[in-house]
Nanobody, 125 residues
Framework: QVQLAESGGGLVQTGDSLRLSCAASGRTYSINVMGWFRQAPGKDREFVAAISWSGGTTYYPNSVKGRFTISRDNAEKTLYLQINSLKPENTAVYYC??????????????????WGQGTQVTVSS
């Protein structure tokens, strides 16, 4: 089993930046891919970024390219999401996730076996 714990969310203003963290513990040697997803009120959970745990290849949907940066610290077993120029529409619960297999489809939720509890990001206008 892998346990994931997000932190770093909060109430920010439009234009601010934020860095979310996700600490992994347990059988972290089994992780091949990690990702960030978000769920806004009344909407489905959506993919925002992913990274291959060993090689560091990153994946983003077009909607966040240029403003979101995913990174990881293998030694610290921590995943990060840097979000710049925050907008009110970025308000959501942000979740990190971990998957045991390398994949060509890191945006698919079914790739991930483990999920954190989420951290709330609220952007005021």
């Amino acid at each position: 089993q892998v346990q994931l714990a997000e932190s770093g969310g909060g109430l920010v203003q439009t234009g601010d930046s934020l860095r979310l963290s996700c600490a992994a513990s347990g059988r972290t040697y089994s992780i091949n891919v990690m990702g960030w997803f978000r769920q806004a009120p009344g909407k489905d959970r959506e993919f925002v970024a992913a990274i291959s745990w060993s090689g560091g290849t990153t994946y983003y949907p077009n909607s966040v390219k240029g403003r979101f940066t995913i990174s990881r610290d293998n030694a610290e077993k921590t995943l990060y999401l840097q979000i710049n120029s925050l907008k009110p529409e970025n308000t959501a619960v942000y979740y990190c996730a971990a998957g045991p297999k390398a994949t060509m489809y890191p945006s698919y939720q079914r790739v991930y076996d483990y999920w954190g509890q989420g951290t709330q990001v609220t952007v005021s206008s």
